[in-house]
């Protein structure tokens, strides 16, 4: 996909600053499909109504509709994600991606992550409840299994929840 100025400079002349990055949570490989880019471990920062959130209606057309923009902490580098407020193709039935994060509050955890169902695919968004554990695959203490080698500790966007 190629980056246009045009779209710099409406995105900037909208408040979008490009050192602040966008949350990636999936990007199109080369024939254009959504590859998710992981799980998310995130904070919470704050989130603002706007009237200029560019949503993609083809595939070299955009619109600015009604959505919320996300502040989000992901490893000490503040991130956005912009939610349009409505469902693609509708224009009264809320954007499931609102209707959960109306549900979590500033300062929680959440992972988020993109998971293809199918054709298409939707974003998990989860509270992480409590401090998320970092195993160490190198145990072999008295009375726990050998470790497994020099292993290493496993990251906790790794472990499954």
């Avoid at 994060?101 to 298409?120: A, H, M, Q, R, T």
């Avoid at 190198?138 to 050998?146: C, F, H, I, V, Y």
Wanted: aromatic share 8%; charged share 35%; net charge negative.
């Amino acid at each position: 996909m190629k980056n246009t100025a045009k779209a710099k400079e409406a995105m900037e002349a909208k408040g979008v600053k490009f050192d602040t990055p966008r949350l990636e949570l999936a990007k199109k490989d080369e024939k254009g499909i959504p590859q998710s880019t992981g799980k998310h471990l995130c904070t919470i920062l704050r989130d603002e109504i706007r009237d200029d959130i560019i949503i993609f209606t083809g595939a070299n057309t955009q619109k600015e509709v009604k959505g919320i923009r996300y502040w989000f902490d992901e490893k000490g580098v503040e991130k956005y994600y912009d939610v349009p407020l409505f469902k693609k193709g509708t224009t009264n039935e809320p954007d499931y991606r609102i209707a959960r994060f109306s549900e979590l509050n500033e300062g929680d955890k959440v992972v988020l992550e993109y998971v293809k169902k199918g054709d298409s695919g939707f974003i998990s968004i989860t509270k992480a409840d409590g401090e998320v554990p970092t195993i160490n695959l190198d145990e072999g203490d008295e009375g726990n299994p050998a470790g497994m080698g020099d292993g290493a500790d496993v990251p906790p966007l790794d472990i499954p929840f």
